[in-house]
Nanobody
Framework: QVQLVESGGGTVQPGGSLRLSCAAS????????INWYRRAPGKEREFVAV???????LYHQSVKGRFSISRDTTKNTIYLQMNDLKQEDTAIYSC?????WGQGTQVPVSS
């Protein structure tokens, strides 16, 4: 059974940092693109970043320069390092690859 499990969320103050993890099990995703999405309260889900299996990365304009996506193929895990967090980053963050989705982890940014 394929599972994606996110962790690392939590309340953080504006300007703070968090690192989210997405651990995959049941299948090796070394040769798949893996995405992070987020859904803010009352808004549609939006793309945040992607880690391509060839090593390329792509970011939503709003997080460029602040967020960094990476993967550890030995652990079948993908990370999202989030720095200089803003209140507008408040959302549930989920990882996705192919047709699989994690359950999400909450990131409230609040002073």
């Amino acid at each position: 059974q394929v599972q994606l499990v996110e962790s690392g969320g939590g309340t953080v103050q504006p300007g703070g940092s968090l690192r989210l993890s997405c651990a995959a099990s049941g299948r090796n995703f070394s040769y798949a693109n893996i995405n992070w999405y987020r859904r803010a309260p009352g808004k549609e889900r939006e793309f945040v970043a992607v880690s391509g299996y060839l090593g390329t990365t792509l970011y939503h304009q709003s997080v460029k320069g602040r967020f960094s996506i990476s993967r550890d193929t030995t652990k079948n895990t993908i990370y999202l390092q989030m720095n200089d967090l803003k209140q507008e980053d408040t959302a549930i963050y989920s990882c996705n690859t192919i047709e699989y989705w994690g359950q999400g982890t909450q990131v409230p940014v609040s002073s």
